[in-house]
Structure formats: C-alpha cells, structure tokens
C-alpha cells in the first residue's frame, strides 16, 4: 500500500516536469498550428542557463527560473518574428521542417558553447523530503511541481485576463477575424510563441535539478510534449496540465510493471495517446471547437 | 582578377608546392605515410564519448609520430589519423567507414563509438578484408559472427560488474542480495546477463532485476523497485545519463545499500561535477583507472600516460577508461604492424589475432573471437570526490570505504 | 489544376530536367561490373563509397517518393512510416537470420507484411484529420519500435533483441554493385508507381479526398477504402527499401531501421522536391542527401570553413545545414521543382513573391 502511495506521488511529481513541458508546446500548437520540433531544444536552453547561473554565480536554481523565462521569451519571440512568421500560410508540415533546422541549429550553437559535458545542478538541499512512515516527499520534486504548476496557472491568467492574451485566444478561434479586428498578428503571434519558448525555459530549469543535461538531452522532450498535450486535449491550459499528471502516473505505474515490462513504459504511452487520439480526439479534458 | 594576375598567382602556388615537396625530402629511413581513420560521432548524441575516443586515439598518433612513426622492417612511416563526423548515426558511419577505405585509402581502421555504429562497421570492415582495431564496443554479439576483421581491446561487457561482485565477496559483512537495473540496449543488457549468471557463484541472490528504457529520463519508479526490493547491493547497467539520474532518485527516495554500483558513468569527470558530495561512496567497475599497476613492453607507463593527457587536454581532470582504451586499440594495431613486418591488411590481421602484449591499459589479447577476454575489470571507488581503484587488491590505491552509509548520515 | 493550359509543357520540362537528372545519375553505374568499370578507365564507377552513398540516396528516394503518396497525393501527413520501413527490413532480417530463407524469397515479404500493417493500423488512424494523424502515425511508429526491441517469447528475444539480427553476409559478386541496382529499381518502381498513381482513377480520388474530403465522399470516391490503400502502397513501398537494408547493411536494430529523424527527413525530401508531383521527392531526396553528404565531409569535393576550428568545424555544418534547411522552407515554399514548372524561374523577384505569399 505505501509502495502504491509512493509511485503515486513520485508519478505526479514527475508530472509537474511533463506540465512545463507540455504546456508551452501545447499553447504554440493549438493557438499558431506550429508543431515545434525544436521545443525540447528550447527546454535545453533553459536548463544550461539555469545550469550556468548556478555554476558561476552559485544563484539557487529556482531562483534562476524567471531568468529563463524571459530569457527564453526574447528568444522565442525573436524567432518567431524573424523567422517562423515567415511561412506561417504555408501549408502545416513546412511547420514542422522550419522547427526541425531551427532545432538544428540551436542543439549546435549550444555544442560550441557548452561542449558536450554532461551538466546537472545538484543544490544542497537536493536529496531532502518529507518522509511519511516509507513514503518520502523530496523537497526538489514537490517544489518543481508547484512551481510547474504556477507556471501554468500564470500562462492561464495571461490568456484569459490580460489585454494580449484576448488576443492570442482571438487568433486561435479565427485568425483571419483577429486581423480585421486591428489585432497586430505578427506581434501576437511573436509574444504566443515567446511564452510557449519562456515554459520551455522554466521546465529546462527543473530538468536540470533532476537529471543531467547535454545539448541533445531535449530531444525525448519533444516527443514526451506530444503525448502530454494530445492526452489532456489541444487548446487549454488546464487540460494540459491533466495530461501532464497523466502522463507521469502513466510512466510510473509502466515503470512499475515487474521484471521487463517496464521497458514498454514508452510504447504504453504511445499507444495510449493513439488510443485517446482514436476514440476521443479532443483529449481527456479537451472540449471539440 | 585579369588573366594575368591569374597566370601570376597559379605560378606562385606551383613554385610553393614544389618547394613544400622539397623541404619534406625523406631520409633514408621515412616510408609512406600509414592513414588510418575513425568516424566518430562529432555531433549528436554521442558527442561526448566520441570526443573522449578521439583523445585518445590523438594521444597515440603524437607520441608515434614525435618518434618518427610505426617502425616497419628498419622504415618509419608516419601515421595520420582521419577523423569523419557521423552525427552519432550508426548508417552514417557505415558510409564513412567506405569512404575511408575507398577514397581515403586507410590502411587500417579504428572503431567509432557505440555498439550499433561498431556493429555496422564491422560488417563493413569484414566485406573490404581491412582490420579494424575498436575500443568502444563492448557488446560481445558483435563478436559472435564469426567476423575475421574486427578486433576489441577492451573487455567483454559480461566482465562490467563482476569485479564488483568480486569485491563484494571479499567484504565483511557479505551483502548477499542484489538489485539489478538495466537499461535496455545491447551493451547495457550484457552487462546485465553477467551478474545475473556470475552473482550466484558468489553466494549472492539476484533478487531484483528491472530493465528501463535506454534514455529514459525519469527514473523514480525503478529506484522505488529497488527500495522495495530491499537489496544489499544496488547495481545499474546504463550510461552516464542514467547513473546520475538513478542517483540522485536513490537520495531523494532514501534508496539506502552497502554498495551502489554503475557500470558506466563513475569514472567520468562529469559524474562527480554534476553531483558534487553525493558521487561518494558510489562504485564503478572500470576497463582502467589511472591508479592501475601494469608494466608496459612499450609506450608509457601509467602515470606517464595521465601526464601525458594532461598536458594535452589541460583543465579536464584524470583520462577516463575511454580515453585509455581508445589509446590501447592504437598501440594494439601499432604492435600487430611492426610484428607483422608489413603493411598488408592480411598480414596485419594475422599479427593482431596472435597478438599478446601488455601496456599501460593492460594485457591485449584477442580470444578467438577477437575479442580481449585477458584483461581484467577493476573497480573504482568515488571518495571525497576523488576516484580511487579499490580493486583488484593487486592494483588498488585506497581501500574500499563499506558498507555506504545511509543518505541521511553523510 | 488551375494552369491546364500550361499543364503539357509544363509536365514535358518537368519530365525532361528531373528525368534527365533521374536517369544520369541511374547511368553512372557501370552496366558490366566493377573490372569493366576499371578498364574503362571511369574511377567514379569503381568506387565503393559511391556505390554506397547512391545506394543510400535510392533508398531515401524510395521513402520520400512513397511517403509523398500518402502525405503529397492524400493530403494526410503521415508521421511514422519509418515504422514500415523497420518493418520492412524486420521481416527480411527474420526471415534470413532465424529462418534460413534466401534473401531473394525473403525480400517479397517485406512490402507484403508492411502493407498489411498499414491497413491495420490505418483504418482506424486515417479517421484522423491533419495533425492528430500525423501525431498518431507517429505514436504508432515509436511504439512499434520499442515493440520490436522488447518482445520477448519464453524469455528469449523474439526479433533478436537489443542485439538486433546479424545477418550473414550475401557473397556474391560485386555486392556494392548489386544492391545499388536493387535500390535504384525499388526507386524506379516507386517512382513508376506514382507516375500511375496520378493518372489512374485512383489518384484523381486520393486528389480529390485532399483537396476536400466530404465533396470527394459525395461524389462517390470510397474514402475510406481509397485512403488505406493508399496508406498501404505507401508502406509497401518504403518496406521494401527496408528489405533491401536489411540484407545490405547486414546489421539491423532499432536504432538504424527505427530512427525517428528518418520520418522528418522523408517529409524534408518530399517538400523541398515538391509534393505531390511525379519526380518532386526524388529530386528532393537527391539534393538533401548530397547536401547532408557534402556537409559531412564525404563527397570528393572537400570545403573550407573560415575562421573555424578542426574541432568545430562538424558542429558549425551542422549548424548551416540547419540555417540551408530553414532558408529553403522559407524561401521555397513550393518545392524546387516548382522552378522546372514552366512558369517559374529562380530569380530574387521569385524568392521575394515566395516570401510574401507565406508571411505573416
């Protein structure tokens, strides 16, 4: 029973990693009908500057995580004015082929930087928890939840109460109406997926404290990204961050199969989301446009 | 630019060539340069232990070359090694490998990184009749099929972790049971199937053994397994990556056991950066550490060897396994060319398989397979953030600090 | 559809520079052997490593040529056919490794077993629209992989494991040889098999369904039916190219028959050719390739990078190939066959229109 508490709540803490990542790449597909392929890269850059941060300057690590976030919303926006904006009325898959140079291209420019040392960011504090009789609560974990969790609750409020993020829900309900409505699309467009870029960031800088980065550590993120956002249901926030919890009870208990099964955890996943995608497209939570 | 300053310039360059060609007049003991090429994964995914296999191979070729090069029958050639980046991808390196026989004219080959890349290329290998010397696969499989051409200096990944049981059973009080996680990948699960076949002829009892997917990057319900499993010993057979990963869960879980025990990852730098005070007490089996005790026939002696790494790659610490096994595959081809006598491929092969000769990494002989089944596996301890060999006793600078004791109590 | 007019010229000059490019490059190769090649004195024919980067560029021009049937004709961007790519080679490898067949009784399974996968999965997959197929294809090929790796039966491997399955090596004469033409035909039949496709009443349907699913299933096009058979002769395709691997590289795991970069790059090939045309993903195929060849050092043609050093110079071509990618999608949004197109001619003012019509 306490081995079944415990995989509960280390696959829900897990989660809050899979949140970050999911939402940010959630928000850019459903809201620009980009499938960002370099978003586990994104993820990276932001696990190197939290990385960076805490080696040089000893800052504590979720400290660094607004750091990342606007760092990563510059570079996102920059990007997407500059050079996504570009092909955004060519048809979807020119999409997934943009993303995939730019995806090239950051993994590489982070190689020259940062050479390809394995980097991880081990706090004092790492390693302490809470402990429950045999069910242990690490401090790092729960912290990271709640602070994925924050994240998603701040994307939300930006959407639904700020000025921009009218705007961005306008996009994403009919573009070409949001143009006639004197909605300026290319810095709309820039800010969606600066803050898709800026989640990337925060959820690169609780990936670092958990494992170890190398440049071309982002890359199961990508693919991580599109269960999470496909179990929950594209559009909202809120049911990203189902399928995010989903998503990492799904890979603890598929873990937790005995003997070999645990190595099907990912084809389980995969099969699960197809499965979803097959008899309820909208997602778990997801409602049907 | 006029045709005349054209004609000028393409003078200029044909009177620089010449002269070049004259300034490198042969002495009577230089013969032709011997190529031999590597593709490695530059960029990608294996990045690291590519760059470390390139060091070590870049070792050898200065020290041979400051010495004029490989000594064929009284004539030096001189040797250069061609580097080709295959992007980590086993199909890429499948294609430089050809082009380094065909276009490059490589006499000889040395291994890229990885099973899958040395499994491919060992086809390859085998299909043009040229030798490859490989120091980074590890996976017998590839020694099973009954290639000519393929030669592995480094010990069998079955050996891993079984000098850690070795040890283990030297220790009081015994840890009798063990935790097995494994990654799934060819390599990982041979090292794997090791203990789990070697662990009982010690007295010890398999009671856990979990596979994980290769790459995984969230580790905490295999670690919870292994908390349940309530195991002595914790042992993981994975990379890098996924030691450090599998430690850190082991803290926040309060995983606690006498030994916990990686097959790769300990003996790299990066371990200990990444996970400061917490790398301690966590144990590696190791294809060599810079504190072994060999008498080399040739090239240099261990600490002259380290000295030598350091002055080359100054700020990174210690030469890790990889880089001393990269180094060996060269001196192992070196040895087989000058017994041979010749530069033939053929000959050279025949001279590689009869090979027995022991240097700074150890014996290298090959068993019938190709394979260096001689050398043994040492294991190496992380204490107070240094490596220390803590076995075979034979070998060993520090004495193995057992049991570990619990996250709470360091 | 629009240009009718235009459409004969337009099919003739496209027929005529990409099939002259097609059919040089197929020439090349000596028509004897490898001694007749060296006593003709033609050093490019004698070479191994070219035997081998052509085989390779056949093969992904089997992969973009067949993927552009479901993802450029059908208009469903199909995101995991690696899976019947690994398939393809899988049932090749099984069958020589552990069932002793001889290669060439064993290849005809492989697009056989691939197809048949393809109309399993694809009846209910291809109810999905746009980017949930796609999403779904490539869920379906991750876990056919992982599947591939792990199963085991009475505890051994059943598809040989994390080991993968060594296949014996094909003695026969001048193998370079031999599996460059068998690569190159499985090329042409892909290639023979759209040029069918597009004028058949089959590939108006699949038009049709792309262009508007509903109107298509009003005017009595059996989407369904049309879609998975169009799915299949996809997978049929590209698993046999895998069937070919299989036997030619002699070595197979996950790793080279399941990599997922080769679902973007088969995707890549057939954009930057031009989808849904005859010839668009091979020559797509073709650049990329000699493209990803040059950047790697492989080709003879050897470049310098400035100001760079030995140790970065692979990441810094990594680096400009993804820059050449992103420039291209930008740039030329309608494939570089598009410029063969009669109409259209590289010319600033042709990448300056390209650039208006997709931004923002």
Redesign the interface.
């Known amino acids: 029973m306490a ?1 079944f508490v ?2 509960v709540i ?2 829900l ?2 989660g809050g ?1 899979y949140v970050a990542v999911g939402v940010g790449f959630g928000l850019v ?1 459903g809201v620009l ?1 980009i ?1 960002n ?1 370099a978003h586990g890269a994104l993820v990276i850059v932001g696990g190197y500057l939290t990385w960076q941060l805490f080696a040089a300057f000893h800052l504590d690590p979720f400290l660094t995580l607004p750091v990342d976030a606007v760092a990563l919303f510059v570079l996102g926006y920059a990007l997407q004015r500059g ?1 996504i ?10 999409t ?3 993303t ?6 950051i ?3 982070l ?2 930087i940062f050479g ?5 960011v ?1 706090p004092t504090y ?2 302490q ?1 809470f ?1 429950f009789g045999s069910v ?1 609560i ?1 401090y ?2 729960l912290t990271s939840l709640g602070a994925a969790l924050l994240l998603a609750a701040a994307l939300a409020f930006i959407l639904n109460r700020t000025r921009i993020g009218l705007a961005i829900n306008a996009i994403a309900a009919d573009r070409d109406a949001a143009q006639l409505v004197g909605i300026d ?2 810095h709309a ?1 820039a800010v969606t997926f600066g803050l898709g870029a800026a989640c990337a960031g925060v959820a690169g800088g609780l ?1 670092a404290m ?3 980065i ?4 982002g ?3 990508t ?1 991580q990204a ?2 999470v956002v ?1 179990l929950g249901g594209l559009g909202r926030v809120s049911a990203t961050v189902v399928g995010g919890l989903a998503f ?1 009870l799904v ?6 199969i005995p ?2 099964g ?6 389980i996943a ?2 699960l ?2 499965l979803v ?2 008899t309820r ?1 909208q997602g778990l939570m997801g409602r049907l446009r | 630019m006029t045709l005349r300053k054209l004609a000028l310039l393409v003078a200029a360059v044909v009177v620089a060539a010449v002269a070049c060609g004259g300034s490198t007049s042969s002495g009577p003991t230089t013969g032709s340069t011997i190529i031999l090429g590597a593709p490695l994964g530059l960029t990608g995914s294996l990045t690291k232990e590519s760059t470390l296999t390139q060091q070590g191979y870049n070792l050898w070729s200065d020290w041979i070359n400051a010495r004029g090069g490989i000594v064929v029958n009284n004539v030096k050639h001189p040797v250069v090694i061609k580097y080709y980046d295959d992007t980590s991808n086993a199909n890429q390196s499948a294609v430089l490998m050809q082009k380094l026989i065909t276009e490059d004219k490589a006499s000889f080959l040395l291994g890229p990184y990885g099973s899958a890349a040395t499994a491919t290329d060992a086809a390859i290998a085998e299909q043009n009749q040229i030798p490859m010397v490989e120091a980074n696969g590890a996976a017998q499989s590839i020694f099973n099929q009954g290639y000519k051409y393929t030669f592995g200096v480094l010990s069998p990944a079955n050996k891993y972790l079984q000098g850690v049981i070795d040890m283990a059973a030297t220790l009081n009080p015994k840890p009798t049971t063990i935790a097995m996680l494994s990654a799934d990948d060819n390599f990982s699960l041979e090292v794997a199937d090791g203990v789990n076949t070697y662990a009982t002829s010690k007295g010890m009892n398999v009671v856990l053994f979990k596979k994980y997917k290769n790459g995984a990057t969230n580790l905490s319900a295999e670690v919870q397994a292994a908390k349940a499993a309530n195991a002595d010993i914790v042992l993981n057979s994975g990379h890098l990556q996924e030691a450090i990963a599998i430690n850190k869960a082991a803290k926040e879980q309060k995983l606690n056991a006498k030994i916990f025990a990686y097959s790769v990852g300990p003996s790299t730098p990066d371990f200990i950066t990444a996970l400061g005070a917490d790398a301690n007490y966590v144990y590696g089996g190791s294809q060599w550490t810079p504190q072994v005790k060999y008498t080399p026939a040739f090239y240099l002696s261990v600490a002259d060897y380290v000295a030598a790494y350091k002055a080359k790659y100054p700020g990174l610490g210690d030469p890790d396994y990889h880089v001393a096994e990269s180094t060996a595959a060269c001196l192992a081809l070196q040895r087989a060319i000058e017994n041979a006598g010749s530069l033939d491929p053929k000959k050279v092969r025949d001279a590689l398989a009869a090979l027995d000769v022991t240097v700074f990494f150890g014996q290298i002989k090959f068993d019938s397979r190709g394979i260096n089944i001689y050398k043994p596996m040492v294991v190496e301890q992380i204490q107070n953030g240094a490596h220390h060999t803590v076995f075979p006793v034979s070998v060993a600078d520090a004495q193995p600090k057992y049991p570990t004791p619990s996250w709470d109590q360091r | 559809m629009i240009a009718t007019l235009d459409s004969n010229r337009r099919w003739r000059r496209i027929f005529l520079i990409v099939g002259g490019v097609v059919a040089a490059y197929a020439l090349l190769a000596p028509l004897t052997s490898l001694d007749a090649a060296v006593s003709a004195n033609v050093p490019l024919l004698a070479d191994r490593l070219w035997f081998r980067i052509a085989t390779i560029i056949a093969m992904f021009v089997v992969m973009a040529t067949a993927w552009n049937i479901i993802g450029g004709i059908t208009g469903y961007a199909a995101f995991g056919n690696v899976a019947f790519f690994g398939i393809g080679a899988y049932t090749t490898g099984m069958l020589i490794a552990k069932a002793k067949w001889p290669f060439l009784l064993a290849l005809p399974l492989a697009p056989v077993l691939s197809a048949a996968f393809a109309a399993l999965v694809g009846l209910p997959l291809l109810r999905l629209r746009g980017h949930y197929f796609a999403v779904a294809s490539l869920g379906v090929g991750v876990a056919v992989g992982e599947l591939v790796q792990n199963i085991d039966y009475g505890g051994q491997p059943l598809f040989g494991g994390a080991s993968g399955l060594f296949l014996p090596i094909y003695s026969i004469d001048n193998r370079g040889l031999y599996f460059f033409y068998l690569m190159v035909a499985a090329a042409a039949v892909s290639i023979a098999v759209t040029w069918w496709v597009l004028r058949s009443r089959f590939g108006y349907g699949l038009i049709a369904i792309r262009e508007n699913e509903e109107a298509a299933a009003v005017l009595g096009v059996n989407t369904t039916a049309y879609k998975v058979a169009a799915f299949a002769l996809a997978a049929a395709l590209t698993g046999l190219a895998g069937g070919i691997f299989s036997q030619w590289n002699v070595f197979i795991n996950q790793d080279n028959t399941f990599p997922i970069e080769y679902n973007v790059q088969m995707i890549l090939m057939a954009l930057l050719g031009g989808t849904g045309t005859v010839f668009g993903p091979a020559t797509g195929a073709i650049l990329l390739q000699l493209l990803i060849q040059f950047l790697g050092g492989t080709l003879p043609i050897s470049f310098d990078i400035p100001f760079v050093s030995e140790a970065a110079r692979p990441i810094v071509a990594q680096v400009i190939l993804g820059l050449l990618l992103v420039g291209v999608v930008i740039f030329v949004p309608r494939g570089v066959i598009d410029f063969f197109g009669g109409r259209t001619r590289l010319s600033l003012s042709y990448l300056r229109r390209s650039l208006r019509e997709t931004s923002l």
Not at chain 1, 85 to 93: G, K, M, Q, V, Y
């Open positions: 081995n415990q995989l280390l696959g803490l897990a990693v597909w009908n499938v392929l050079v904006n570009r092909i955004i009325r060519a048809p979807l898959l020119f997934f082929l943009l995939f140079g730019i995806n090239l291209v993994i590489n420019i190689l020259l390809s040392d394995f980097r991880s081990t790492s390693g928890g402990e242990v690490p790092v974990s699309l290319r467009y990936i958990t494992q170890a190398t440049p071309t550590a890359e199961p993120y693919l599109f269960v496909i990492g890979e603890a208990f598929g873990q937790s003997g070999s645990s190595v099907f955890a990912n084809a995969f099969g989301m197809v995608l097959v497209p």
